[in-house]
């Protein structure tokens, strides 16, 4: 773990794996061209320089939501620091679509921003870019809506998001769906957690042609979830 300071709380270092990865990619495509290490005198090279910005653009992603999620917590008894939620879901994406550009995986980290904390379109696009701006505009749901119309909403706009939302969606609804196994909501009861995982699967029907590893993922976790308390529900019944 990560402590931030000031903030109280520490960060997952889960998503170190994310630059490690994108080292081996870069390093995979640079000797597959054919290119040569070049012997310099403190300069780097394009390959690593390239991983350096990627690295700078991810962890300012990273500080950017855990000072804008500092004060929230997850719904789970575990009282989980909310940031790990988005770190989750930027590392669920580069496990399964290892070559996603960073500007998707930027925008896993800040997806709930806009929605939760009340940062603006045009402050991420100032502070980053207007790509990664308009995926988390993209995948925010409007707070001032009835929560059932919300709801809604996210399956009736699904077939419209772009490619790269509907990635940062679908990894979304396989965190989201996990955490019904592992730190389930304060107070939700089975049938609650099974409408959820419902209208997961019904919100995330158009985004599977972005990730069969995501969408296969999702399947087993929702699968997973659904034998559990559909046999908790038994049992309270007996």
Not at 15 to 24: D, V
Not at 90 to 112: F, K, N, Q
Not at 133 to 142: G, H, Y
Not at 166 to 187: E, I, S
Request: proline residues 5%.
């Amino acid at each position: 773990y990560w402590p931030l300071p000031g903030h109280g709380f520490a960060v997952s270092l889960s998503c170190l794996p994310l630059f490690f990865m994108h080292l081996r990619n870069f390093h995979s495509c640079w000797m597959h061209e054919g290119l040569k290490p070049r012997k310099s005198r403190g300069t780097l090279g394009f390959p690593f320089t390239t991983v350096l910005r990627f690295m700078q653009l991810l962890l300012k992603s990273v500080d950017f939501a855990a000072r804008a999620h500092r004060d929230q917590r997850r719904k789970g008894a575990a009282q989980e620091p909310y940031i790990n939620h988005p770190i989750e879901v930027s590392r669920l994406i580069v496990e399964c679509e290892p070559h996603t550009g960073e500007d998707i995986l930027c925008a896993a980290v800040l997806h709930d921003v806009i929605e939760d904390c009340g940062a603006t379109r045009d402050e991420i696009a100032a502070c980053f870019n207007d790509i990664i701006a308009d995926i988390v505009l993209e995948v925010s749901d409007d707070k001032a809506l009835p929560r059932d119309e919300r709801k809604a909403k996210q399956i009736e706009t699904a077939p419209n998001l772009t490619s790269g939302a509907k990635l940062v969606r679908l990894a979304d609804k396989v965190a989201n769906v996990g955490a019904m196994l592992t730190d389930t909501p304060v107070g939700w009861d089975e049938r609650q957690i099974l409408a959820y995982v419902d209208w997961a699967e019904a919100v995330i029907a158009p985004c599977r042609e972005v990730s069969e590893g995501l969408s296969d993922r999702f399947d087993a976790i929702a699968r997973d979830v659904r034998i559990f308390h559909q046999n908790e529900l038994k049992e309270a019944g007996k």
